[in-house]
């Protein structure tokens, strides 16, 4: 009963979008391939501005990298009129070392990849955009007067991780530690994992180089933003949000089994928009009608 998004309705997904974007995501086939490139792209003027040493100073007295300095969030260059950073840090890294943005972009291709074509190009920009947005805003509401500006797609990336945990949490996934030691892991329990590296520095008051509250701000959109879309199943751990929270509506009586006509006007018109348009253009309604009738008709089975 479960449709996908299929790479092959990639023409229907950039159809969504602006005019002035299409050509732009037409040339690389998907979001993804689009952001590593622009990110690659991005770094080697970082590179450049290092080899001939193009440094702005910040207010502290310090020099930063001129790439970093436009494009890096920082609160005082914000609010001077930088409007454009809150998304462009996620474009930045560390151009003293091929290691942060080396392991940004292969999570990026992993798992970027896989979500965007199961909930589509669209979703996937906004899940992208939303998730390196929130971790932003969660790191400079406690670091405004930061001079060092924040760099890096470990929120937005970081976020791609949890939602492909939260649409695949049994996915056994293999890897190498230190680029030598094989591990495999459920996808659920890797995603822990990812969070508990950010989580435990953050309630310890560890004082790092690395953005944690952004990596966590970007988890828990990663989170939200499938959970929103109507997949994923809510964990044990969780469950009593569900129980606690008041009833909006009344509930709804259960459903009788499924005649002819019923799945004649409600089904097969959800089953053509899921053709035509992807998995993702489904409203929750329409998502729960669907779970519905896959119950009942397991029922009428048994």
């Known amino acids: 009963m479960r449709h996908t998004w299929h790479p092959s309705q990639v023409g229907r997904g950039r159809a969504r979008f602006a005019d002035s974007f299409r050509g732009w995501f037409g040339h690389f086939g998907s979001v993804t391939h689009f952001i590593v490139w622009l990110t690659a792209i991005i770094f080697i003027g970082q590179l450049v501005c290092d ?24 609160g005082e260059r914000l609010s001077n009129g930088f409007i454009w950073q809150p998304v462009t840090y996620m474009l930045v890294h560390d ?9 940004n972009l292969l999570l990026l291709w992993w798992f970027g990849r896989e979500v965007e074509s199961f909930i589509g190009p669209k979703a996937f920009t906004r899940l992208y955009l939303l998730a390196g947005g929130f971790g932003g805003a969660l790191w400079l509401a406690f670091n405004w007067h930061a001079h060092v500006p924040l760099i890096g797609a470990s929120a937005a990336v970081l976020g791609c991780v949890v939602a492909f945990a939260t649409l695949f949490p049994e996915r056994e996934l293999t890897f190498l530690v230190f680029f030598v030691f094989p591990v495999t892991l459920r996808a659920k329990y890797l995603a822990l994992i990812a969070i508990a590296v950010d989580l435990v520095p953050v309630l310890t008051h560890q004082t790092t180089n690395v953005a944690h509250l952004a990596h966590l701000g970007g988890a828990a959109v990663g989170y939200v933003f499938i959970k929103a879309l109507g997949y994923g199943t809510t964990p044990d751990w969780l469950r009593w949000i569900q129980t606690t929270r008041p009833r909006r509506y009344p509930k709804a009586p259960p459903r009788p089994p499924l005649p002819e006509d019923f799945i004649r006007t409600e089904i097969d018109p959800i089953l053509e928009k899921i053709s035509r348009e992807g998995m993702q253009s489904l409203t929750r309604q329409e998502r729960k009608t669907l779970e519905s009738a896959k119950d009942l008709l397991q029922q009428k089975r048994r």
């Open 95 to 103: 151009a003293n070392g091929i290691l942060h943005i080396l392991i």
């Open 51 to 74: 080899l001939f040493r193009w440094e702005l100073v910040t207010g502290a007295g310090s020099p930063v990298n001129a790439v970093s300095f436009i494009l890096g969030l920082n």
